[in-house]
């Protein structure tokens, strides 16, 4: 039996890697999109508050890197490709360099572990945009199964929230909420899939995990006008009444989100971080799973899965 696929494809989201590169790349998230211009500048003065650039691509790069090297030791022989969709290293890109390599078949992983139309759909959608723009549209394309209930991720996730705890000093540990985010998506979005459902299961398994009762599952990073609902309650709006209810402590863990990139950076360790404080809270922060061995398993077990059941006798 061989494998019916040539390559593995990686999709990621892209960011900008200097200054000048941050205006650009918000004009490419916007576009078509109904995001008010001063939504946009308000986001650009957000990633020049972190040093004026987003380590998203080094540290997808460092992810991938880490995934083609534990999928070596297991001798799997396909390439792996990294397609950014709103910078460089373009989809369109990395097709085009796919098509010279011969490739027909790819298996595809999108780096995002909720699913909705902005981030699943709306990547397939890219990709079948890109095909056409390298001018590659038998390219097959297959990709992996949804993964955000996958034991491998839930452990990532706990192993980075024991990170905290173990060295929280508690008193009781009623006192501390864990408080997991996701990007907020806008309420008619969420009414056409499972965001919201697969988000609470994702906590729900991480907290379990823990043995922690108490946590809440909030939204953060919200765009578009403001007149339009959004799922929530929102992060900033959770801490500012948590301390009422008896808790001291608030562990924030991004679970929605891969890496440590510009929603992280600003939105939880500059925002979330002044919101807790200025309501008495003492504020941490779990880390994101990036390149934690037991995720970077799971990308490959599901990549494999994809090899090993869809085979030519």
């Known amino acids: 039996m061989t494998s019916k696929f040539d390559a593995v494809l990686m999709i990621g989201f892209g960011a900008p890697t200097t200054g000048e590169e941050i205006r650009p790349f918000l004009v ?34 460092r992810q991938v890197d880490a995934l083609r090297a534990h999928a070596k030791k297991y001798g799997f022989c396909l390439p792996f490709y990294l397609g950014m969709r709103n910078w460089s290293p373009y989809l369109k890109d990395e097709l085009v360099q796919m098509k010279k390599d011969g490739v027909r078949r790819a298996i595809a992983f999108v780096l995002a572990p909720l699913r909705s139309y902005s981030s699943f759909d709306q990547y397939v959608e890219n990709v079948e945009i890109a095909k056409t723009e390298a001018h590659f549209p038998e ?88 007149t339009d609902l959004w799922l929530e309650p929102d992060v900033n709006e959770v801490l500012r009444h948590t301390y009422q209810h008896g808790v001291r402590n608030v562990v924030v863990v991004p679970i929605g989100f891969l890496s440590d990139h510009a929603e992280v950076l600003y939105d939880l360790d500059r925002e979330a971080r002044q919101t807790a404080e200025s309501a008495g809270l003492r504020f941490f ?4 799973v990036m390149d934690h061995p037991k995720f970077i398993e799971m990308m490959y077990g599901l990549i494999d899965a994809c090899v090993t059941t869809k085979q030519i006798l």
């Open 139 to 226: 390219l097959e394309v297959t990709y992996v199964d949804q993964w955000n209930e996958n034991p491998l991720f839930i452990e990532a996730v706990t192993d980075r929230v024991n990170e905290i705890l173990g060295n929280l000093d508690e008193k009781n540990p009623e006192e501390t909420l864990l408080v997991f985010t996701a990007h907020s998506i806008p309420v008619t979005m969420a009414d056409q899939c499972k965001y919201h459902d697969d988000f609470e299961t994702s906590c729900r398994l991480v907290a379990e995990r823990l043995e922690r009762k108490r946590w809440i599952a909030a939204y953060q990073s919200r765009s578009g006008r403001p």
């Open 28 to 61: 490419n998230v916007a576009h078509g999109r109904n995001i008010p211009e001063s939504r946009l500048e308000e986001v650009a003065r957000h990633y020049e508050a972190i040093g004026g650039f987003s380590p998203y691509n080094e540290l997808t790069f």
């Open 285 to 288: 922060r779990a880390e994101t």
